[in-house]
Structures are given as structure tokens and as C-alpha cells.
């Protein structure tokens, strides 16, 4: 599996845009780039996912490189709800693929 | 309830006990997933179901752990003779079909079972 890195850790303040970074230098064209993340005592929850172009939705914008060997989840205002850690997950696109392979994800805190 | 449900949230057991958590996915999706998480570090794949049947189940780390799923709803993951290194959360998730699919992209994940083996 194709794999991705993550800083372990970032501060934001609060109502601050937060920029995530992930590297996923060894991507391949069929692997979509899915974001999840956990807030403390829960599963982790769904928050955007993208293939080439830029993505947005009510959570987050999904910042995708043109060579796709990075990308950036930016929370445009983070609030003390958004502190989680935020796993990027490559997700390779077709029949056979099933599994979402969490690293350590990168642990946001904010500061009010 | 609209999300993934499993109980019990808690269980601690003795060493070398018998638990069983369970999962109820959200209606209609076929795909399941069992994933363990210890302290500190991502989710770790288990196993996967695609309706009734197991589809891969090479995240079991051995022959203790077993898990099914009779109805194409309701799993059940079934650990015999648990050892203090069985302690993690147990997390269980769902979606519409299998995760990578382009009509499917998204996994619904319950808030998970914390098991504790003394």
C-alpha cells in the first residue's frame, strides 16, 4: 500500500485556518486521498476525500498537488470541536479495495 | 439509531476469558469492518465482511480471534483464552459497499468497545 506522512502534532489557535500537510510521495493514479478524523473517545469520522482537483464541503477544503505526491486539509476557521487527530489515508479506487490503512495521523490542538 | 452501535462501550474480563463484542452496522450497508486501536496509535485493520461472508480476515492476529456476521447485519467479534495484550478498543465500522468503490467512499465508524483484560 502506498503510504503517507504526517506530522505528529500542530497548534492552531482558535478561528484560525489550520493547514494539514501529508505527503504521499509514492501515490498512484488510481488511489483517492481520504481524510478522517478522531475525536477523542470516539471512531473516526469521515471528513473529505479527493483524486486530482481541489475539494470542498461543509467541514474542510481538500488542497491536492498537482504532481499528487502531496496534500493539505485546511479547517478554514478551527474551533475547539476540531481538535482531533487527522489521519490522511490513501484509498486505492476500485473492486477489491476495502481497507483503510490508519497511520498516526497528526493530533491537532487548539487554543481558545 | 441512524450511526454504528456497540456494546457493551466497557468490558473488562479476566486473562484467559471468553468476550464477545457486537456491532450493529447502519441499515442496508453491506460492508463491515473490524479494526483495533491501542493507545496511541491508528486503527489496525482486522477484518472485513461483505455481507455474510468474510472477504479477508488477514488483520486477525491469531486463532483466538474470530469474528461473524449470520445475517448480513449484526457482527459479532469473539475472542477465547484473552491476554492482557487483547486490551485496545475494538472499533467496528460500515459502509454502502466496500471502501475505494467510486459510488462509495466513505466508512461510518461506531464509538468502539474498550476491552481490558486483568
Known amino acids: 500500500d502506498a503510504k503517507t506522512t504526517q506530522p505528529n502534532s500542530m497548534e492552531s489557535n482558535e478561528e484560525e485556518p489550520v493547514h494539514l500537510p501529508c505527503n504521499h510521495s509514492t501515490i498512484s493514479g488510481t488511489d483517492y486521498i481520504h481524510w478522517y478524523r478522531q475525536l477523542p473517545s470516539q471512531g473516526p469520522e469521515y471528513v473529505i476525500h479527493?483524486?486530482?482537483s481541489n475539494v470542498n464541503n461543509r467541514m474542510a477544503s481538500l488542497a491536492i498537488a498537482e504532481d499528487r505526491k502531496s496534500s493539505t486539509l485546511i479547517l478554514h476557521r478551527a474551533t475547539l470541536r476540531d481538535a482531533a487527530v487527522y489521519y490522511c489515508?490513501?484509498?486505492?479506487?476500485?473492486?477489491?479495495?476495502?481497507?483503510?490503512?490508519f497511520g498516526k495521523g497528526t493530533k491537532l490542538s487548539v487554543i481558545p | 439509531g441512524a450511526g454504528v452501535s456497540q456494546t457493551p462501550s466497557n468490558k473488562v474480563t479476566e486473562k484467559g476469558k471468553y468476550v464477545e463484542l457486537r456491532c450493529d452496522p447502519i441499515s442496508g450497508h453491506t460492508a463491515l469492518y473490524w479494526y483495533r486501536q491501542s493507545l496511541g496509535q491508528g486503527p489496525e485493520f482486522l477484518i472485513y465482511?461483505?455481507?455474510?461472508?468474510?472477504?479477508?480476515d488477514s488483520g486477525l492476529p491469531n486463532d483466538r480471534f474470530f469474528a461473524v456476521r449470520p445475517e448480513g447485519s449484526v457482527s459479532t467479534l469473539k475472542i477465547q483464552r484473552t491476554e492482557r495484550g487483547d486490551s485496545a478498543v475494538y472499533l467496528c465500522a460500515s459502509s454502502l459497499d466496500q471502501v475505494g468503490l467510486e459510488v462509495n467512499t466513505e466508512a461510518f465508524f461506531g464509538q468502539g468497545t474498550r476491552l481490558t483484560v486483568v
Open positions: 465482511f461483505q455481507g455474510t461472508g468474510a472477504a479477508d
Open positions: 479527493g483524486l486530482t
Open positions: 489515508i490513501l484509498v486505492y479506487s476500485g473492486a477489491g479495495s476495502y481497507q483503510l490503512t
